[in-house]
Every structure is written in structure tokens, then in C-alpha cells.
T-cell receptor, first 112, second 117 residues
Framework: KAGVTQTPRYLIKTRGQQVTLSCSPI?????VSWYQQTPGQGLQFLFE???????NKGNFPGRFSGRQFSNSRSEMNVSTLELGDSALYLC???????????FGEGSWLTVV | AQSVTQLDSQVPVFEEAPVELRCNYS??????LFWYVQYPNQGLQLLLK??????LVESINGFEAEFNKSQTSFHLRKPSVHISDTAEYFC???????????????FGQGTILTVHP
């Protein structure tokens, strides 16, 4: 059974650009959530989608957005990139309802 | 809102020694509790979780954690560590009031466990 797959794994962007990260959850999982991990702030929740609906949202500016498709795949977008957006972005999926949350390997974003 | 405090940012130990990684949480509602492990340049792997029932939970690789509601703690222990246990460990909580989805985890700052030969 394939795990949570994130693409791309590594990318470098310039300030002011935008970026889209993709996440394919484990087959059958309808909940997908996104996290940002930085050395200074640690792991912070961005948002969660369940059956194409955003259920929860973290305390991030509107430049951070996401969506979920009917096949449960999810994308997150960051517009007008800032240096501080450099981070590991982790996607996680689960069946929901207290079931185990599985994480992908993450997408390393560097903003220069 | 919840918060998680991992009391030690780094824990160095020698191989085969016991270890305890401490985690305290704060929440106004009931929570689920988790320990995740992150090896260098990898994502997070679930180590163990407490949802309900027995307050002592165990993982397949010898770790255990005990939920203590009165002290709002969920400390992680292992009686004898190996070099391969070197990693960063994260304690996390999930708010039971989140409705039918529980994908929102609040994490502690992490504890780097370094096992020396």
C-alpha cells in the first residue's frame, strides 16, 4: 500500500514568486492536512481538508491556500513568497475520526 | 486551544541506558495524544498513540508512554535504547472537539534524542 506522496521533494523559488505543492494521500483516506516545519517555529498546522471541504485552518496569512480534489489529492499554494516561507512542508492523511495520521516525506522549499 | 510542552530540547544518553522524554499538554477539552519520530531528512512516523482505554500504550520497538490526566502528561520511555533510536521525537495532541476530522495536530517543539555508543 503506497504511503503519502508529496511532490516535488525539493524546490527553490525567488521572493515574490508563487509555488504549488502536491499531495497524494493513502488510498481511501479522505482527510488531508498540511503542516509547515521550520527550525524556529517547529511544526505548525496550516489547514485540513475532508471530502473537499476545508475543516480547520491554522494561523497563517491568506497567501497560504489549499484545496482538495474529488479523488482526495490535495494541493497547497503559497503566493508572493517571502524568505521566511523557506521550510519543510508536510502533508498528512488519515481516515479521520481518531484514526492514525500518516505523514509524507515532505517538500523542502527554499526561497532566495 | 491546546499547547504542548516538551521539557527537554536535547537528551543525550549512552546505548542500552534507559531514557524518558517528557511531554506536558494544556487543553480545556479532552484530547488524543501522540508521539511521532522524525529521522534526518524524513517525514514523521507515528510511534504510539493514546485515544482511550489503558493509560499505558506501547510501540512495537520497545517504547511506551503513559497518559496521566491529573498531571496532563504523556511521557515517553524506553528501558534500553539503541544507536538507531537517535532521532527527533515530537509529542502532539488532537482536539476531540474538532468534529469528525482529527487532522489538526498541535505539536511540541521536539526533543532530539542522541544515543552514544
Amino acid at each position: 500500500k503506497a504511503g503519502v506522496t508529496q511532490t516535488p521533494r525539493y524546490l527553490i523559488k525567488t521572493r515574490g514568486q508563487q509555488v504549488t505543492l502536491s499531495c497524494s494521500p493513502i488510498s481511501g483516506h479522505r482527510s488531508v492536512s498540511w503542516y509547515q516545519q521550520t527550525p524556529g517555529q517547529g511544526l505548525q498546522f496550516l489547514f485540513e481538508y475532508f471530502s473537499e471541504t476545508q475543516r480547520n485552518k491554522g494561523n497563517f496569512p491568506g497567501r497560504f491556500s489549499g484545496r482538495q480534489f474529488s479523488n482526495s489529492r490535495s494541493e497547497m499554494n503559497v503566493s508572493t513568497l517571502e524568505l521566511g516561507d523557506s521550510a519543510l512542508y508536510l502533508c498528512a492523511s488519515s481516515l479521520g475520526g481518531g484514526n492514525t495520521i500518516y505523514f509524507g516525506e515532505g517538500s523542502w522549499l527554499t526561497v532566495v | 486551544a491546546q499547547s504542548v510542552t516538551q521539557l527537554d530540547s536535547q537528551v543525550p544518553v549512552f546505548e542500552e541506558a534507559p531514557v524518558e522524554l517528557r511531554c506536558n499538554y494544556s487543553s480545556s477539552v479532552s484530547v488524543y495524544l501522540f508521539w511521532y519520530v522524525q529521522y534526518p531528512n524524513q517525514g514523521l512516523q507515528l510511534l504510539l498513540k493514546y485515544l482511550s482505554g489503558s493509560t499505558l500504550v506501547e510501540s512495537i520497538n520497545g517504547f511506551e508512554a503513559e497518559f496521566n490526566k491529573s498531571q496532563t502528561s504523556f511521557h515517553l520511555r524506553k528501558p534500553s535504547v539503541h544507536i538507531s533510536d537517535t532521532a527527533e521525537y515530537f509529542c502532539a495532541v488532537s482536539d476531540l472537539s474538532s468534529g469528525t476530522s482529527y487532522g489538526k495536530l498541535t505539536f511540541g517543539q521536539g526533543t532530539i534524542l542522541t544515543v552514544h555508543p
